[in-house]
């Protein structure tokens, strides 16, 4: 991996700007013309999609990816932003603005598959980590062809979409069927202003969240689930 310190706003400031290989080219209640069509074939799953973008409780930040960039370099980037993205939620809930949804999307010119997977794990780490504390990730990729809770097919995002906001605990865990130890973590979970990733081995030494990666990948590719008691 190229070393490239990332310089993260801390939450409650804007989105990265820079990400080693990702620039931010909008922000806040943009996220990029290919997503608006999207974002209104998803409101007919979600109805709450169109109101929360309205009143600023859903904020889109769109990266450019550069074409060549490496696929580790590009994961590592993801995280940090994700990471970025829930830190952020958690500051807004403390502060009292209510729910809140951060969406990072990424625009990468790269060869399949890897613009759909540079989300898988990213965004598996953020729900192992961020879970205990009620903030649940979700991905969405071209061609992933998911259903909705009714069976119907939701629409394929244009470009791959991480999107973290607080969970709701009466509705979450039943989305969670294959991984029912973090359903069971988020009906339980609570903000208690804990270090989240304070305690993986590897990440203090680190220093910086961009560099962290390595070792951040590490610890979650070797949990399949979370216990109720973490």
Same mark, same amino acid.
Request: glycine share 12%.
């Given at each position: ?66 074409? =060549? =960039? ?10 940090? $932003?994700?990471?970025?993205? =829930? ?35 990213? &965004? ?19 061609? $992933?062809?998911?259903?909705?809770? $009714? ?35 988020? =009906? ?29 990948? &590490?610890?979650?590719? &070797? ?8």
């Amino acid at each position: 991996m190229t070393r490239t310190t990332a310089q993260v706003p801390p939450p409650g400031a804007g989105a990265p700007a820079v990400l080693g290989p990702c620039r931010l080219v909008a922000g806040g209640d943009g996220g990029g013309p290919r997503l608006a069509g999207w974002i209104d074939a998803l409101s007919v799953h979600c109805p709450y999609l169109g109101p929360s973008l309205r009143r600023g409780l859903t904020r889109l930040h769109h990266y450019q990816v550069l074409p =060549a =960039a490496p696929f580790g370099d590009v994961e590592a980037a993801v995280f940090t $932003a994700g990471a970025w993205a =829930a830190k952020t939620v958690r500051a807004r809930r403390t502060a009292g603005r209510g729910w809140a949804c951060e969406v990072i999307t990424l625009d990468w010119p790269a060869p399949d598959p890897q613009p759909a997977a540079i989300l898988n794990r990213p &965004h598996w780490a953020i729900k192992c980590a961020w879970a205990p504390v009620g903030v649940l990730p979700g991905k969405f990729a071209p061609g $992933a062809g998911r259903p909705d809770r $009714a069976g119907r097919t939701v629409p394929d995002p244009p470009l791959p979409v991480l999107a973290v906001r607080d969970s709701v605990p009466a509705a979450d865990p039943d989305l969670l069927r294959s991984t029912p130890g973090i359903g069971r973590v988020l =009906a339980q979970a609570r903000e208690d202003g804990r270090d989240i990733l304070g305690s993986v081995p590897g990440v203090r030494e680190a220093g910086d969240p961009l560099q962290a990666w390595p070792a951040i990948n &590490h610890w979650a590719s &070797h949990l399949t689930d979370l216990e109720s008691s973490s």
